[in-house]
């Protein structure tokens, strides 16, 4: 079916009118709507009325010139270019070259005009006009989305970036509203940004935009019907660009479709009746939930580390529910054109992000080298005088000391080494578990002989003055964990127990097994910890204020915290000053299976 153009004869000949219509309505190649004015003012008038494509319009009228009524109807009238082939009876070539320079398309001696040089000219007029038309909105269209680019690419914050997106396109879509909608490794997805309600986490086989309309019309029964068939099938959704398999790590490049070219002569193209046109590899229902003429998606891929193949990240989408709305090409290539700047703008904040990531693990790494530092050079130099003071006073007067007083000094120097040696390691596993995150290796562990087997280790190196008591109530069976992050928690929290108790007395350990988890506490009678201090005490070189002359390096439960961390499991504190400390530490019987280590098996 040909398109109809609507066109104005403005002649004061009725004859000539007669002719013009009779060569125009023979035309093969357009179907015309004829309009008719035999006077410069009745033409002017239907112009204010009507919207023409073309007009006809000849250079004498009676009223005034052809050349007045053209200046007027670019005055009052036309914002553009005006589509009008001046007729005159005579071939003067001053008055073409005047009636072009004015802006009019063509101009045409009657006497010599025929059909097909009319038609020629109509059909050229039209074209051009189209043609001025479509660049006149290209330009338009790129000033809006590099205006709209210049907004969204301002901020260098990801949500901000996102939420001036969705509001800036709604604005140069003029459509209901507009959502990023973001891929994650699980193939399931949520809707980051919207410009008119908050967002929310959703699955791929959520709705988007429901309430209104054909989308909320559906119900969950509708949902719950679809069947295995669809899940077989791979989801198509919408048309308007050709079909691309889709999954959240592939790319989704856009091609247009060859069904929807362009109307013909070069007109304004033809409505797109729904979307981009996706599949899904892994056959969730993203067709019920994009699939609808309300929604216009593209994608947003993201460049690859110099891979050819884009990532894509998420999808732009623009929804109209509240009136008919035929998306048009315009419309499509305007929100690709968007994604593309969107896609640069958030592959530049998460380059930020990256950096400042990396920029806060230096400054940690710094502020804890500084912090070893510092405490090696205090916590080092005590135990190392102790060791050259016994290593000198065995060198200079070891014939003058009998066994046992050579023995002690010898023991001096062992467990001051010793308490280097264990600074240091204190030191490094600090550092692997802030900064490196160690892996998590759990094996099924009998609690009650691992806590006894490192009980008795303690109690050969405790003194006299310190009494370890092992309780134990309820099921201790079934558990997995990393013995050597369990054996961490252990010596770590036993050892400021026995440490912060300088007077002695009795160090508790009571081992209490539930059906789900395992929980135990080690209990002291010692120093305690002043209120002011326990918020900071979990975090690395932090101490309590009331330590005096205790050695330490304030460790110990920085260490525990992120050893039972990493167990999922949780440790408490209690402590009141002179009356002792209790520390409880509640960790999961069973580990998800994705975290079994393979010895286990």
């Not at 935009?209 to 959704?237: L, M």
């Not at 304004?268 to 216009?296: D, H, M, R, W």
């Not at 390691?425 to 692997?432: P, R």
Request: hydrophobic fraction near 40%; charged fraction near 20%; aromatic fraction near 6%.
């Amino acid at each position: 079916m040909l398109d109809t153009w609507t066109l104005l004869i403005i002649d004061d000949c009725a004859a000539d009118r007669k002719i013009y219509r009779r060569y125009l309505l023979k035309d093969p190649h357009q179907s015309y709507q004829i309009l008719e004015a035999d006077c410069a003012e009745e033409g002017l008038a239907l112009c204010q009325k009507v919207r023409c494509d073309v007009i006809l319009l000849d250079f004498c009228l009676p009223d005034m010139s052809g050349l007045e009524l053209f200046d007027r109807m670019q005055q009052e009238i036309f914002k553009t270019s005006i589509p009008v082939i001046m007729l005159t009876g005579r071939g003067d070539e001053e008055i073409a070259v005047q009636v072009m320079k004015r802006g009019a398309l063509d101009y045409l001696v009657k006497h010599n005009l025929t059909q097909d040089v009319l038609q020629l000219a109509v059909r050229n007029a039209i074209k051009q006009s189209c043609l001025q038309a479509q660049l006149l909105k290209t330009q338009e269209r790129q000033r809006l989305i590099a205006t709209t680019a210049l907004r969204i690419r301002q901020s260098l914050n990801l949500e901000q970036i996102l939420n001036t997106a969705v509001a800036e396109v709604q604005q140069l879509l003029k459509c209901d509203r507009v959502m990023v909608y973001q891929f994650a490794p699980d193939t399931d997805g949520k809707i980051v940004a919207s410009s008119v309600e908050s967002y929310r986490t959703v699955a791929l086989c959520d709705r988007v935009g429901t309430g209104t309309g054909e989308q909320g019309s559906r119900g969950a029964g509708e949902q719950g019907s679809r069947g295995a068939e669809e899940q077989r099938s791979r989801e198509e959704v919408a048309v308007g660009f050709s079909p691309v398999p889709l999954c959240p790590s592939a790319p989704l490049p856009l091609v247009p479709n060859p069904h929807y070219p362009l109307s013909p002569e070069g007109g304004i193209p033809s409505p797109i009746p729904y979307i981009y046109e996706l599949g899904l590899c892994n056959c969730v229902s993203l067709k019920e939930q994009f699939n609808t003429k309300a929604n216009l998606v593209v994608p947003i891929n993201l460049s690859n580390n110099g891979n050819p193949t884009p990532k894509l990240w998420g999808l732009l989408i623009a929804h109209h529910n509240s009136g008919e709305r035929h998306w048009q090409t315009d419309d499509a290539e305007m929100l690709n054109e968007v994604s593309v700047q969107l896609a640069i703008a958030i592959q530049q904040a998460e380059l930020l992000a990256q950096t400042q990531a990396a920029l806060a693990k230096e400054k940690q790494l710094n502020v804890f080298k500084s912090q070893i530092i510092t405490t090696v050079s205090h916590e080092y130099r005590t135990p190392l005088t102790s060791i050259l003071a016994a290593a000198s006073t065995l060198v200079k007067h070891s014939q003058q000391l009998d066994e046992s007083k050579q023995h002690r000094f010898l023991g001096i120097i062992e467990q001051k080494a010793r308490y280097m040696s264990k600074l240091v390691d204190n030191m490094l596993l600090v550092n692997q578990l802030e900064l490196e995150k160690p892996k998590f290796q759990p094996i099924s562990v009998d609690l009650l002989q691992f806590f006894s087997d490192l009980l008795e280790q303690e109690r050969e190196t405790v003194g006299d003055r310190h009494e370890l008591i092992f309780k134990i109530t309820g099921n201790h069976h079934d558990f997995w964990g990393d013995r050597g992050l369990l054996q961490q928690i252990f010596i770590n929290l036993m050892s400021n127990a026995i440490k912060y108790s300088p007077e002695g007395g009795s160090v508790e350990f009571h081992l209490i097994g539930k059906e789900s988890e395992a929980i135990f506490y080690i209990k002291d009678c010692g120093i305690g910890i002043p209120m002011a201090d326990r918020e900071n005490l979990f975090q690395s070189f932090s101490r309590g204020s009331n330590v005096d002359t205790i050695p330490g390096t304030g460790l110990g439960l920085a260490i525990a915290k992120a050893c039972v961390e990493l167990h999922s499991g949780n440790i408490t504190l209690s402590s009141e000053v002179g009356q002792g400390t209790k520390v409880t530490v509640s960790l999961p019987k069973i580990c998800p299976t994705g975290q079994l280590s393979p010895s286990s098996t």
